[in-house]
């Protein structure tokens, strides 16, 4: 069983920085695909990123790409998202999530972390 537990997250003014954190308690956070997604207040969650087991490669979703950085340190069981330039649009609660390489859904999932953007 793996437990996800993000950290990070806060208010930032619109062209800020955050970087979140996700950390993974159990034994297979290294054999699992892992990836943020985001959910703002009345939309569908969506995906954000996705980082493989290796950490050297790596999907973004159009709406955050070259603002959006995710990564992964295996040693730490953790998993990062860089974010700049934040804007309004950002806003949203920020789920971290791990699944099995081939699998389609992902099965493990965090509380989530509240990111507000505003002036």
């Known amino acids: 069983q793996v437990q996800l537990l993000e950290s990070g997250g806060g208010w930032v003014q619109p062209g800020g920085s955050l970087r979140l954190s996700c950390a993974a308690s159990g034994r297979i956070f290294s054999r699992i695909v892992t990836g943020w997604f985001r959910q703002a207040p009345g939309k569908d969650r969506e995906f954000v990123a996705a980082?493989?087991?290796?950490?050297?490669?790596?999907r973004i979703a159009d709406s955050v790409k070259g603002r959006f950085t995710i990564s992964r340190d295996i040693a730490r069981n953790t998993m990062y998202l860089q974010m700049s330039s934040l804007q309004a649009e950002d806003t949203a609660i920020y789920y971290c999530a791990g699944k099995r390489p081939g699998e389609q859904e992902y099965a493990y999932w965090g509380q989530g972390t509240q990111v507000t953007v505003s002036s």
């Open positions: 980082v493989d087991l290796s950490g050297r490669n790596t």
